[in-house]
Each structure stands twice: as structure tokens, then as C-alpha cells.
Antibody
Framework: EVQLVQSGAEVKKPGESLKISCKGSGYSFTSYWIGWVRQMPGKGLEWMGIIYPGDSDTRYSPSFQGQVTISADKSISTAYLQWSSLKASDTAMYYC????????????????WGQGTMVTVSS | QSALTQPASVSGSPGQSITISCTGTSSDVGSYNLVSWYQQHPGKAPKLMIYEVSKRPSGVSNRFSGSKSGNTASLTISGLQAEDEADYYCCSYAGSSTPVVFGGGTKLTVL
């Protein structure tokens, strides 16, 4: 079964760092782009960035460039989203999802989604 | 890169058809046949319903269909059912540098 499994919910304080994960299985992890999507409470989906695990080519949304870092470890089929200094406004559900293009070009649709990781930032 | 424009809400009665629009620009929707649609029920992860404007993934009901004209894409749901009540998001490829743009989402209410 093709699936993405994300790490569990996190509760952090402002200023703390955080790295959440997304582990792929059931397919060639290095051949598909993985994207990260934010959903703030009661709001819509926002694309944050994508990474090609085969060579770690990464593209960021201008809204998130410099605010987060996306990385991947292809040896363990896992993508990551990290913050160096969290803010209360980072409180949201974060989803990883696979682009179905199956090629080096970041086209296609998000066909497989993780279950989401809820991040709560509060003092 | 601005979000694609969707109506905030649409509604319909069981058995009826509804259409949700998604308006972009000549840099995204208008330039590529790479529009996708997602359904999201409360507390759940989004689910892919349509890709490449009009293709349905395996397992998605043929009551869901997609189309595009110029800078506007559309999702049509025919034979509305109670289970279709959800939020719907469109998404388009927008070029290799920033390849993904989502719409703001549309809440579908089945009356």
C-alpha cells in the first residue's frame, strides 16, 4: 500500500525549534516530489514547498521562503519540515503529500496525503 | 503568486448538480492543463478528486467531473449526495519555480 505517515502532534513554545517528518512507503520514494501544505485552524490549504528526494531539489512558496526548511533523507524514505524559531502564528495542521507526476518535473497532482501533524505553539 | 479564486460557498439539494469555479491567470490555470481538485471533510486529510483538469483517480465517483475554459477551471458534481458536503479546493501548476498554487476553498452544503 502506498502511504505517507507523518509524525505525531507537537506542542511547543514560541522561539523553540521543531522538525516534523513524513515517511513514505509502498513506492519508489526517490522518484516522486513530496510537498508540504499548511492549514491554519478554520482556514484553507496553503502550499509551502516541495522537494524531490532523488536529489533534494527544493522549491518554496514565496510566502514561506526563509521561514521553514524542507529536507529529505532518501535512505529512510523520509521528508522533513523544520522551523528554527516557532511563532504562535505557526499553529496549524501540516500535511505532506505526494505529487503524482512520477518524474523530475514538479507537475501533477497530490495523490497521496499524510494524516497530518498538528503543531501548536503557545506560551 | 496569488491564490486561485473560488466562491466561498455553494449549495444544492440532493440529486441536483452544482459547479464550483476556480479562476486563475494566464500564468497558471490558463497556461497548463494541470488543474486538480481536492475534497476535504472536517478533520480529515484532503482527497484527490480530479487531476489534469478532467481525469478521475481510480475509485472516485463519475458524478465528479472537471473542465477548463481560459483562465477558469470548474468542478461539477452531479446527483448531489449528503456525503458530498465538504470543502473543495482547486490547485494549479504555476511554473517550475513556484509550481503549486491552491484556491481559497469552497464550502459545499447539501441542503
Amino acid at each position: 500500500e502506498v502511504q505517507l505517515v507523518q509524525s505525531g502532534a507537537e506542542v511547543k513554545k514560541p522561539g523553540e525549534s521543531l522538525k516534523i517528518s513524513c515517511k513514505g512507503s509502498g513506492y519508489s520514494f526517490t522518484s516522486y516530489w513530496i510537498g508540504w501544505v499548511r492549514q491554519m485552524p478554520g482556514k484553507g490549504l496553503e502550499w509551502m514547498g516541495i522537494i524531490y528526494p532523488g536529489d533534494s531539489d527544493t522549491r518554496y512558496s514565496p510566502s514561506f521562503q526563509g521561514q521553514v526548511t524542507i529536507s529529505a533523507d532518501k535512505s529512510i524514505s523520509t521528508a522533513y519540515l523544520q522551523w528554527s524559531s516557532l511563532k504562535a502564528s505557526d499553529t496549524a495542521m501540516y500535511y505532506c503529500a505526494r505529487l503524482n507526476s512520477g518524474s523530475y518535473y514538479p507537475t501533477g497532482a497530490f495523490d497521496i496525503w499524510g494524516q497530518g501533524t498538528m503543531v501548536t505553539v503557545s506560551s | 503568486q496569488s491564490a486561485l479564486t473560488q466562491p466561498a460557498s455553494v449549495s444544492g439539494s440532493p440529486g441536483q448538480s452544482i459547479t464550483i469555479s476556480c479562476t486563475g491567470t494566464s500564468s497558471d490555470v490558463g497556461s497548463y492543463n494541470l488543474v486538480s481538485w481536492y475534497q476535504q471533510h472536517p478533520g480529515k486529510a484532503p482527497k484527490l478528486m480530479i487531476y489534469e483538469v478532467s481525469k478521475r483517480p481510480s475509485g472516485v465517483s463519475n458524478r465528479f467531473s472537471g473542465s477548463k475554459s481560459g483562465n477558469t477551471a470548474s468542478l461539477t458534481i452531479s446527483g448531489l449526495q449528503a456525503e458530498d458536503e465538504a470543502d473543495y479546493y482547486c490547485c494549479s501548476y504555476a511554473g517550475s519555480s513556484t509550481p503549486v498554487v491552491f484556491g481559497g476553498g469552497t464550502k459545499l452544503t447539501v441542503l
